[in-house]
């Protein structure tokens, strides 16, 4: 039976995920800063660990509790919503703590077992911000957008040793929050000069239309992409992220 470490997972995409490998039979082993076990159907294949990806200590004690694993999906993340010239550098450096060196620390710490074996898989989950511009999260689509280039350069360096890596890019849900997982307010994000162009972007955001991404169309991406067994790379999760990467692609 495999092991899938998800890290992220006290909401969203990582909750929805942990719930969904669980249900095909595999062992979970789901991550969070602040263990809320309550969350997910605990039993002798789901266990709930403490991790903050920024921390090394808090990754070694976590993957060292975990055991082997076959597959580490990154998940966790932070989101930011506002204009570049409101944010803060040390903001900045927190968002990139999380959703880029977070991912490479795990990633990491994971190769070297899956080098051993000659076996394993590295799900990197991003965002449909990388395949399509979008305003008012510049900070945070870099964070990500960094993420998409280590990932396709990795998935050469780890080949020779049969570790397949893999993205997920979601489209945007009802349920998305760009500032979740983060102390920032809205209202001080976007300054009043930038307030009539951002008014109608955030009543979009507030009042998505057409078709949009659940937490189930990632988890199933996840679940399809760790258990492919082809060179893919990029996997958009949601039916709005698939027109966005079919627009992208040509």
């Not at 659940?214 to 060179?231: G, I, M, P």
Request: aromatic residues 6%; negative net charge.
């Amino acid at each position: 039976m495999k092991t899938v470490l998800i890290t992220g997972c006290s909401s969203g995409y990582g909750l929805e995920t942990a719930r969904h490998f669980h249900a095909q039979g595999w062992n979970v082993v789901a991550t969070m800063r602040m263990p809320h076990p309550e969350l997910l159907p605990i039993d002798d294949r789901m266990r709930v660990l403490a991790l903050d990806v920024t921390d090394a200590s808090s990754i070694a004690a976590a993957l060292g509790e975990a055991g082997p694993i076959d597959v580490l999906v990154n998940n966790a993340g932070i989101g930011l919503m506002g204009a570049l010239e409101a944010a803060t550098m040390d903001k900045a450096r927190e968002i990139f703590e999380t959703n880029t060196f977070g991912v490479m620390a795990m990633t990491q710490a994971v190769v070297p077992q899956f080098r051993a074996r000659r076996s394993g898989v590295i799900v990197n989950v991003t965002s449909s911000v990388t395949l399509a511009a979008m305003p008012l999260v510049s900070i945070y689509t870099a964070s990500k957008t960094a993420i998409q280039g280590f990932t396709g350069s990795l998935e050469h360096e780890l080949k020779p040793f049969d570790v397949r890596v893999k993205l997920v890019e979601p489209g945007y849900g009802p349920g998305t929050r760009f500032t979740e997982n983060t102390d920032v307010k809205l209202e001080d994000a976007i300054p009043e000069p930038y307030v009539p162009f951002a008014r109608p972007i955030l009543e979009a955001f507030g009042r998505p239309g057409g078709v949009t991404t659940t937490a189930q169309d990632v988890a199933e991406t996840v679940w399809q992409a760790a258990n492919d067994r082809s060179d893919r790379l990029r996997w958009p999760a949601g039916p709005d992220a698939v027109a966005l990467a079919r627009s992208a692609a040509g």
